[in-house]
């Protein structure tokens, strides 16, 4: 894995963008060494654009705050498409900064009225419970697979897609974002995958046009923004955001959440024993897991972080897992403690681009765990799990486990 030389601090630093980095375990180490020494640092890539790296908590909330100085319009990632994201930023909730981005969030969230969420809550349980009894029947599973299918289940039906086409939606999500890069050589079928979602979503838009429903869907449809409607093209740019982050959050918090509950069998002990613990167990999942590795800014007015003088036009990543092994906010940052209180995590970041779906996620992950431990009396590695290559999203790509039935008492 090639280093970079920083010359701003004179010597060798980790570039923290190269996606082998974390197809192994062991890179919790390098973000607390750089996190004391060089909390702030720049990367010179050569062919590839330079960018600062924030790695401690306290800077990485300061830079999610500021939307005035730290813009998201320059995209959210880094090395995305630049003519994909001009031609999204303003329309796409992710690269929109205020007050625009308000307007959008607010149509959107207007859809989660106490019905919609009664009924995504209710679909939750239900698909949770069918989930885990059809892993449990089948014994030996790949729990990646397992953890996949609540999250676009959820996601659909959010949006407004009837049941009957969940499983539709599942095959053509997994294909569009869920495979990793090894897997993403056939780039027409993941192409196809892409168009196919689109096309799904501009017919469904049309029909909500018509026919509104409690759905995102309808919402966007209908909302108003400064009291213009949204086009076509925002509205299926925004469905495209919101099935792209709803699932990769929560599938791969679900997969190595789990996977720490097995590394851990004091914690799964305490867990199965005292299910009050669910909500605090729900939050450590989220910060040990921090599925969302780093989010992107671009400095729109010179600033300075730990003294480090940021220009305009720099781009500025804050790693959010090294932001959440903080010694100075967690105890013991690399244990996984189901009892930990309080947990100021950055999983779902901070400030006017703190996640949508926070809530959503949240209760999908706490019923999972909640029928899981009810139902599951052992979990057993059955082959070594193998990681997502991948700087955008730290997860795992196959997580072989072997499920026990729990017996009633």
Not at 57 to 79: E, N, P
Not at 101 to 126: C, E, Q, W, Y
Not at 291 to 296: F, S, Y
């Amino acid at each position: 894995m090639p280093d970079t030389t920083d010359t701003l601090l004179g010597s060798a630093t980790p570039d923290l963008s190269d996606p082998r980095r974390y197809t192994e375990d062991g890179i919790e180490e390098v973000w607390s060494s750089l996190r004391r020494t060089r909390p702030v640092f720049l990367t010179r890539r050569p062919g590839a654009a330079d960018f600062w790296s924030v790695l401690s908590h306290d800077l990485a909330t300061q830079v999610l705050k500021d939307s005035t100085t730290f813009s998201s319009t320059g995209g959210m990632r880094l090395d995305a498409d630049p003519v994909a994201n001009a031609a999204a930023a303003g329309k796409m909730l992710i690269v929109t900064d205020p007050p625009r981005h308000g307007g959008i969030r607010r149509v959107i969230n207007s859809a989660f009225t106490p019905r919609m969420v009664k009924r995504l809550t209710d679909n939750i349980r239900l698909t949770a419970v069918q989930v885990i009894e059809d892993a449990l029947d089948r014994g030996e599973v790949d729990f990646t697979q397992v953890a996949a299918r609540l999250p676009v289940s959820v996601i659909a039906d959010m949006l407004g897609v009837p049941r009957a086409d969940w499983d539709f939606m599942l095959k053509l999500t997994m294909i569009a974002f869920g495979a990793d890069e090894a897997d993403r050589t056939d780039r027409n079928t993941v192409a196809e995958a892409h168009t196919e979602l689109l096309v799904y979503y501009d017919n469904l838009l049309r029909l909500r046009r018509r026919d509104p429903q409690d759905d995102i869907v309808s919402a966007m449809a209908h909302g108003l923004v400064d009291g213009v409607p949204l086009t076509d093209e925002e509205i299926l740019l925004n469905c495209n955001g919101l099935i792209s982050g709803g699932n990769e959050t929560t599938r791969h918090a679900t997969t190595g959440g789990l996977l720490a509950l097995v590394r851990q069998p004091e914690q799964w002990d305490l867990l199965r024993a005292d299910p009050g613990l669910v909500p605090s167990a729900v939050q450590e999942i989220l910060r040990f897991t921090s599925p969302a590795l780093h989010v992107l800014r671009t400095a729109r007015q010179e600033a300075v972080l730990d003294g480090q003088v940021i220009r305009p036009g720099d781009q500025v990543a804050v790693w959010l897992p090294a932001a959440n092994r903080d010694e100075a906010v967690f105890a013991e940052p690399d244990r996984f403690d189901v009892t930990r209180t309080p947990n100021r995590h950055l999983a779902f970041a901070q400030g006017t681009h703190f996640c949508l779906g926070s809530a959503l996620a949240t209760s999908e992950l706490s019923i999972f765990f909640e029928e899981f431990t009810a139902r599951v009396a052992t979990a057993t590695p059955h082959g070594a799990p193998r990681r997502l290559e991948s700087n955008l999203v730290w997860g795992f790509t196959s997580v072989p486990l072997t499920l026990t039935r729990r017996t009633a008492p």
